[in-house]
T-cell receptor, first 114, second 114 residues
Framework: QKEVEQDPGPLSVPEGAIVSLNCTYS??????FMWYRQYSRKGPELLMY????GNKEDGRFTAQVDKSSKYISLFIRDSQPSDSATYLC??????????????FGQGTILTVHP | NAGVTQTPKFQVLKTGQSMTLQCAQD?????MYWYRQDPGMGLRLIYY???????DKGEVPNGYNVSRLNKREFSLRLESAAPSQTSVYFC?????????????FGSGTRLTVV
């Protein structure tokens, strides 16, 4: 079983919809959680960064972390065609052998159609 | 523009050939990483370098070698390419000493081994 599981989709929604992307994980040592966005034929770029449990909001994007359930989410409000991309969750521990190394989910392919 | 530069962008190799993928960053980051991305598998860590002069194996190191030439450059070598190494390769860098960090990725090298 992978340490991080992410539904690969693909997910197709109409413009303006609320999108929910999710990851589950098994390693209780993970404390830092990130979401990356990857456009076709490009490298991933950091979208959101959260530490431990709680919510973080940035414009139309909200990241949630529930460490008790080992579950993280990314919500996109008022989705736009420009949000069409692959979204990857990533996480790491605070130190030790995991120091500096991110573990990624498989990525979810999102298409927002006009 | 500041960032991570990867060369070449595309490459086709015959089975058994060797090649080196080059990566350079100009952000003065200490840590650098090589990942491969395959459909349905997400990003898998091949090798990483926590700091200049050190390298360590990641999740899928077999068939690869790396060199941290200096703080800026981190190369990945395939000594005898195999079709299973057909993939998209991403180099990334980060400043691990920062409390809040993510990776900066290059744009990738698309490698086909025939």
């Amino acid at each position: 079983q992978k340490e991080v599981e992410q539904d690969p989709g693909p997910l197709s929604v109409p413009e303006g919809a609320i999108v929910s992307l999710n990851c589950t994980y098994s390693n209780s040592a993970f404390q830092y959680f990130m979401w990356y966005r990857q456009y076709s034929r490009k490298g991933p770029e950091l979208l959101m960064y959260t530490y431990s449990s709680g919510n973080k909001e940035d414009g139309r994007f909200t990241a949630q972390v529930d460490k008790s359930s080992k579950y993280i989410s990314l919500f996109i409000r008022d989705s736009q065609p420009s949000d069409s991309a692959t979204y990857l969750c990533a996480m790491r521990g605070a130190g030790g052998t995991s120091y500096g190394k991110l573990t990624f989910g498989q990525g979810t392919i999102l298409t927002v159609h006009p | 523009n500041a960032g991570v530069t990867q060369t070449p962008k595309f490459q086709v190799l015959k089975t058994g050939q060797s090649m080196t993928l080059q990566c350079a960053q100009d952000m003065n980051h200490n840590s650098m990483y090589w990942y491969r991305q395959d459909p349905g598998m997400g990003l898998r860590l091949i090798y990483y370098s926590a700091s200049e002069g050190t390298t360590d194996k990641g999740e899928v190191p077999n068939g690869y070698n790396v060199s941290r030439l200096n703080k800026r450059e981190f190369s990945l070598r395939l000594e005898s390419a195999a079709p299973s190494q057909t993939s998209v390769y991403f180099c990334a860098s980060s400043e691990v000493s920062s409390a809040n960090y993510g990776y900066t990725f290059g744009s990738g090298t698309r490698l086909t081994v025939v």
